[in-house]
């Protein structure tokens, strides 16, 4: 959701603000700003849309002179996308300038006592109260870090905060409470940033924020506060990134890049967990007589995350004969889920920061259920939460819509489940052994799905159906959560409306939809449920859909009997199917996109983190 940068030190901050939120698109914004010190006064300017709206609006950053500043793309919540309500905020009376991440939730209650106390308001946001209450309280304490910590102390909500204090030139405080923020140290300079890609640029050497802390920085120091204003040491961490992690190397797009670093990202997830034919996970300290005393398992994610889950149910409980419900974060806590010791919750997140996932876990530790989290961003608030973590290795996925993290969530849901399934004895010692040595060929199987001529092939079928109004996505067991994915990338960056179904449920009422044109994307490759996923295919075929399959290579010659537009995947073991099977779906929606000239790696609406619930 919304980006944040600040920098200090003795080059001219603009521009290095406005390159550092570029690199910040990424996580979906409908409006940016800067808020510079220049000749003594804190100079804003904002504007809603795109970044190259408030470049050409600051030349680049040339029209603002000033070493120190802070700057923000926000992601809309309180109040619509418009100039006036883009951050950064300032206070009534000019001394304090404001960029916040987050919501604050008892906004409304403090702009009334504000008002009261004579304070004006320019915009419907939540931040400008947050401008006007440090300022309220700056005037009576003329002390800017005890105004901000008496002002965060009157905050409900979740905040990441980077503050100017016009009397106070050469000093910026960051607060973080929920929503992320890093403190980036330079050579004589210092920095902010709500994620890594907008420094990487400056410095590898960083400080996660911890919840209720407030940074005090110049450009030549730091000092760390705990949500008792004592002074405390943060652990310093080293980015080990290569920048072109956050580069497109070539690519159009961060999406594309990312779909084909999908070998390189599932076998880094993978191989170091299987040592001798066998899966370690290090990572966690789950017992057999635990896993025993188990009675249920909750996966508990949103969005991908969740179909992710969806497929981690047919194989864990298949696998291990444990109880699995993947449940939506969003309605998870509001769901009274029967749960306690013999409860594990399994919690599913790229960014680790999502709200409601985040929520949810914290309500599942309420009720002492064990959490176990899948996370790819190392230092997130759910890390950090978890009793364990297994951190996907898919190293920075940039575009919104996910397609590594998503492969390397599977992998690591394979990983979970063997490693379940050995030490509960529930899986045959030759099965055990053929998933392994399956699962080490996976990149290599993926990297085939991913040829040039795979790639050309599903790119004619884009341009084939590009221009539908509606599609369908048909598949059962497996093939159905694999279609939930791929139902989800064509609506995101399609912008095609897109529905994905059990291919078993179709005749019970969705059936009615479809009419001549119609596009139905059928996957078909659970062996044992071939034949009856093909009638459902030809029920929807013969009133009218257009129907594109996705099958393994040695079932076309059956399917193209039925249907001639087929694409293929090679086989692996069927559990292993969907890391192959989403493949072509995901590059159906990007070539479908490309063509619909939809903006790819940032769809309308749309944050990477999903930081508000
Ligand atoms: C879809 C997508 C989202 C995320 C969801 C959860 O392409 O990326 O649906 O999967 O917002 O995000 P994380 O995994 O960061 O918790």
């Known amino acids: 959701m919304c980006g944040i940068v600040g920098y200090l030190g003795s080059r001219q901050a603009a521009p290095i603000l406005l390159d550092g939120l570029s690199k910040l698109e990424y996580r979906g914004y409908d409006s940016a700003g800067v808020c510079v010190m220049s000749g003594g006064i804190l100079r804003v300017a904002k504007a809603k849309g795109r970044l190259a709206v408030l470049n050409g609006l600051i030349d680049g950053g040339k029209a603002i002179e000033g070493t120190f500043g802070i700057g923000h793309t926000r992601w809309a919540t309180h109040g619509a996308p418009s100039d006036v309500n883009s951050h950064p905020h300032m206070a009534d009376a000019g001394k304090i300038a404001v960029v916040h991440n987050g919501i604050i939730e008892n906004y409304m209650r403090l702009k009334q006592q504000l008002l009261k106390k004579g304070k004006h308001f320019q915009s419907e946001t939540d931040t400008e109260v947050v401008a006007n209450l440090i300022e309220y309280y700056y005037d009576k304490l003329k002390d800017f870090p005890r105004a901000v910590r008496r002002a965060v102390g009157q905050l409900e909500g979740s905040f990441a905060l980077g503050i100017l204090c016009q009397d106070l030139p050469g000093t910026m405080i960051a607060v973080k409470k929920e929503s992320p923020l890093i403190f980036g140290y330079g050579d004589g300079e210092n920095f902010i940033a709500s994620d890594v ?7 590898r050497k960083i400080v996660h924020l911890l919840d209720g802390d407030i940074a005090i920085i ?3 120091s730091v000092q760390f506060y705990d949500a ?12 080990d990134w290569d920048i072109s992690a956050a580069e497109k190397c070539g690519f159009d797009h961060f999406m594309l890049k990312e779909i084909h670093e999908q070998p390189t990202a599932v076998k880094g997830t993978i191989s170091p967990r299987i040592r001798d034919g066998r899966v370690v996970l290090d990572d966690i300290k789950i017992s057999r007589d635990y896993l025993a005393g188990l009675k249920k398992i909750y996966i508990v994610a949103c969005g991908s995350s969740y179909y992710v889950g969806c497929l981690g149910k047919y194989l864990l409980e298949k696998t291990c004969r444990i109880p699995v419900e993947p449940v939506l974060a969003s309605e998870f806590r509001y769901s009274a889920p029967v749960m306690g010791e013999d409860t594990l919750v399994l919690v599913i997140s790229q960014s680790g920061e999502t709200a409601d996932t985040k929520a949810a876990m914290m309500e599942a530790k309420r009720h002492h259920a064990r959490t176990l989290a899948i996370v790819n961003v190392v230092g997130s608030a759910i890390a950090l939460e978890a009793d ?6 898919a190293g920075p996925e940039i575009a919104v819509a996910t397609t590594k993290a998503f492969s390397t969530q599977l992998s690591v849901i394979y990983l979970i489940t063997l490693y379940f399934a050995e030490l509960l004895g529930t899986i045959e010692p030759a099965e055990y052994q053929s998933i392994v040595s399956e699962m080490t060929k996976l990149d290599q199987k993926i990297s085939l799905c991913l040829t040039r001529e795979n790639v050309a092939k599903i790119r004619y079928y884009a341009e084939q159906y590009f221009t539908a109004r509606d599609a369908f996505f048909i598949g059962r067991n497996l093939d159905c959560g694999v279609c939930r994915e791929g139902s989800l990338k064509l609506k995101e960056i399609a912008y095609i409306h897109s529905e994905a179904y059990a291919a078993g449920e179709l005749k019970h009422g969705p059936i009615s939809l479809i009419e001549d044109g119609t596009l139905v994307v059928a996957v078909c490759t659970v062996d044992a449920l071939f034949d009856k996923a093909m009638s459902n295919l030809v029920e929807v075929q013969s009133r009218g859909a257009e129907v594109l399959g996705i099958t393994t290579e040695n079932r076309e010659a059956e399917f193209k009997v039925k249907v001639p537009s087929v694409i293929t995947v090679p086989e692996t073991h069927p559990m292993l199917q969907p890391s192959l099977t989403i493949i072509p779906l995901q590059l ?20 990477k983190s999903v930081t508000v619930e």
């Open 197 to 203: 890609p907008a420094l990487l640029k400056h410095t």
């Open 218 to 220: 110049t450009k030549d």
């Open 228 to 239: 008792f204003f004592d002074r405390v040491e943060r652990k310093i961490e080293y980015v």
């Open 388 to 393: 364990d973590v297994i951190y996907t290795w």
């Open 588 to 607: 159906f929606s990007y070539y479908v996109a490309l063509l619909r000239n939809c903006d790819i790696d940032m769809p309308r609406n749309l944050a």
